[in-house]
């Protein structure tokens, strides 16, 4: 979508709890990189990835929004 934009130009690690839903922010403009903060309403932008994950684990989460496995960095920062 036109209104979004990059977030960042390198994932952030997360240390994510298991069952627990979390807002990954597909349109960039969050502050709080890489979870939604509501700006996508202001921007007019993409709304949030819901997620959860079933064990606790440590995940690098995208921030360019241009990942083929979204929450997921798969690379295409670089
Ligand atoms: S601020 Fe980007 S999806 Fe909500």
Redesign the pocket.
């Known amino acids: 979508m036109e209104n979004n934009t990059r977030g960042g130009d390198a994932p952030v690690k997360c240390e994510l709890e298991a069952n627990k839903n979390y807002a990954w ?6 502050e709080d990189q890489p979870f ?5 309403r202001a921007a007019k ?4 990835l819901v997620f959860t994950v079933e064990e606790e684990k440590t995940a690098y989460l995208c921030t360019c929004k241009q990942t083929k496995n979204p929450p997921y960095c798969d690379g295409s920062h670089n």
């Open positions: 922010c597909t349109c960039g403009h969050s939604c903060n509501g700006s996508h932008a993409t709304t949030p």
